[in-house]
């Protein structure tokens, strides 16, 4: 021991009570101590000695952190989820685990509604506040649970798509991070002929939500002038969706360009509150009506999907009537949405007899040049 002595301090601050009863010696020894925790002054409290390290050169030591554990894994619908108490929404307290077991109890309901069509994810491993990629292509080494489909785009090149045809691939997206689930407006039997067109009503910043409601009346009530029975559905964000369930008669091209002259026509008979462009210097004070949702490609949120947005809201259909009384389009959390799927779905009351017919487009030409 003797020749370890040495007689000045070999650390840059020593607390003083220390100092005074400190005999130093050479840091080159490495030895191994258990403790319970470090104080705020950083030194150890309840060390006990575990033997000397010989195998660890003392230059390679660093202070070990205590490992975050963030669970043992769980299997939900038959997926390993790792890290299931890792927090998702710091906010909501809502973990991975959360996640994973509120889209096993709304998959069902889900696959009715996204099931076979081509599906992107958002996805947020860290989390909400960490970084989030939106993802449409199913990519190298991509997980068993999440189908694929080959889809041509319109640059000629041919990509994966993800497809969820099962209850378990929802559980198999939470495991990758997944956070929000958006689809096409087709399903893969039939992809070139949408089952679903969608005003996405998205309000200027100080806009209340009280305008949003009214412009999705304002919608519904033309639809309806014109033939169509449609359907809304809160985002969970700042939004209202109008939707309207088709009968697969129309192929894409139809289908955008019926979607833009709505919106447009819209636009164009209250310019003050409406507008139908995406140019956001245009938009002032305005409601967008942004009817590109339903171009072959573009996807819109799903029903039921959770957001990941500040508490954990969910995306959910309502009726006309609930939407009246609601205060908000964020104001269902996942318990909320939980409870709605006892009862039916508003969006699966409405009978898909109804297509883009000739009636329906002269009625609205007719609407136009009246
Ligand atoms: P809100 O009511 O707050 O507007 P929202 O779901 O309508 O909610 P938007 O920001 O209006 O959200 O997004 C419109 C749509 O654009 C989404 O539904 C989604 O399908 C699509 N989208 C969102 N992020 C991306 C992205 N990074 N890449 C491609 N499409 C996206
Ligand atoms: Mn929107």
Same mark, same amino acid.
């Given at each position: 021991?003797?020749?370890?002595?040495?007689?000045?301090?070999?650390?840059?601050?020593?607390?003083?009570?220390?100092?005074?009863?400190?005999?130093?010696?050479?840091?080159?020894?490495?030895?191994?101590?258990?403790?319970?925790?470090?104080?705020?002054?950083?030194?150890?409290?309840?060390?006990?000695?575990?033997?000397?390290?010989?195998?660890?050169?003392?230059?390679?030591?660093?202070?070990?952190?205590?490992?975050?554990?963030?669970?043992?894994?769980?299997?939900?619908?038959?997926?390993?989820?790792?890290?299931?108490?890792?927090?998702?929404?710091?906010?909501?307290?809502?973990?991975?685990?959360?996640?994973?077991?509120?889209?096993?109890?709304?998959?069902?309901?889900?696959?009715?509604?996204?099931?076979?069509?081509?599906?992107?994810?958002?996805?947020?491993?860290?989390?909400?506040?960490?970084?989030?990629?939106?993802?449409?292509?199913?990519?190298?080494?991509?997980?068993?649970?999440?189908?694929?489909?080959?889809?041509?785009?319109?640059?000629?090149?041919?990509?994966?798509?993800?497809?969820?045809?099962?209850?378990?691939?929802?559980?198999?997206?939470?495991?990758?991070?997944?956070?929000?689930?958006?689809?096409?407006?087709?399903?893969?039997?039939?992809?070139?002929?949408?089952?679903?067109?969608?005003?996405?009503?998205?309000?200027?910043?100080?806009?209340?939500?009280?305008?949003?409601?009214?412009?999705?009346?304002?919608?519904?009530?033309?639809?309806?002038?014109?033939?169509?029975?449609?359907?809304?559905?809160?985002?969970?964000?700042?939004?209202?969706?109008?939707?309207?369930?088709?009968?697969?008669?129309?192929?894409?091209?139809?289908?955008?360009?019926?979607?833009?002259?709505?919106?447009?026509?819209?636009?164009?008979?209250?310019?003050?509150?409406? @507008? =139908?462009?995406? *140019?956001?210097?245009? %938009? /002032? #004070?305005?409601?967008?009506?942004?009817?590109?949702?339903?171009?072959?490609? &573009?996807?819109? @949120? =799903?029903?039921? *999907?959770?957001?990941? %947005? /500040? #508490?954990?809201?969910?995306?959910?259909?309502?009726?006309?009537?609930?939407? &009246?009384?609601?205060?908000?389009?964020? *104001?269902?959390?996942?318990? /909320?949405?939980?409870?709605?799927?006892?009862?039916?779905?508003?969006?699966?009351?409405?009978?898909?007899?109804?297509?883009? *017919?000739?009636?329906?487009?002269?009625?609205?030409?007719?609407?136009?040049?009246?």
């Amino acid at each position: 021991m003797r020749k370890r002595q040495r007689q000045t301090s070999p650390f840059s601050e020593v607390p003083g009570d220390v100092a005074r009863s400190a005999r130093w010696v050479r840091p080159d020894l490495v030895v191994e101590v258990e403790y319970a925790e470090l104080t705020d002054q950083g030194s150890i409290r309840h060390g006990v000695f575990q033997g000397v390290r010989e195998d660890k050169e003392a230059t390679v030591v660093k202070l070990e952190k205590p490992e975050k554990s963030s669970g043992e894994a769980i299997t939900v619908l038959g997926v390993r989820i790792s890290s299931p108490d890792r927090v998702v929404f710091p906010d909501a307290g809502c973990t991975k685990g959360d996640v994973a077991g509120y889209y096993a109890q709304a998959s069902e309901r889900m696959l009715e509604h996204s099931g076979d069509r081509p599906v992107s994810l958002l996805r947020c491993p860290d989390g909400r506040d960490g970084d989030c990629f939106f993802q449409k292509h199913a990519g190298k080494g991509f997980p068993g649970g999440i189908g694929t489909v080959d889809i041509k785009e319109s640059s000629g090149k041919t990509e994966p798509y993800m497809v969820i045809s099962e209850a378990a691939s929802f559980a198999a997206a939470a495991q990758m991070g997944t956070i929000e689930f958006h689809i096409w407006g087709s399903r893969t039997d039939i992809l070139e002929k949408p089952d679903r067109l969608v005003f996405d009503l998205d309000p200027d910043e100080g806009l209340s939500f009280s305008d949003v409601k009214k412009a999705a009346k304002d919608v519904r009530e033309l639809l309806a002038e014109i033939g169509l029975e449609s359907v809304p559905m809160v985002t969970g964000g700042k939004g209202v969706h109008v939707v309207v369930p088709l009968r697969r008669t129309a192929e894409w091209e139809t289908v955008t360009f019926f979607a833009r002259t709505v919106a447009s026509f819209m636009a164009q008979r209250n310019p003050d509150r409406y @507008v =139908a462009t995406m *140019s956001k210097a245009k %938009r /002032k #004070g305005k409601i967008f009506i942004d009817w590109l949702r339903n171009d072959r490609g &573009s996807t819109a @949120v =799903a029903p039921y *999907s959770i957001r990941a %947005r /500040k #508490g954990a809201p969910v995306a959910v259909p309502v009726t006309w009537q609930e939407l &009246s009384r609601l205060r908000s389009a964020n *104001s269902f959390d996942i318990g /909320k949405a939980l409870k709605r799927l006892d009862k039916p779905c508003p969006l699966q009351s409405v009978e898909t007899k109804q297509s883009i *017919s000739q009636a329906v487009v002269e009625a609205l030409e007719a609407q136009i040049s009246a």
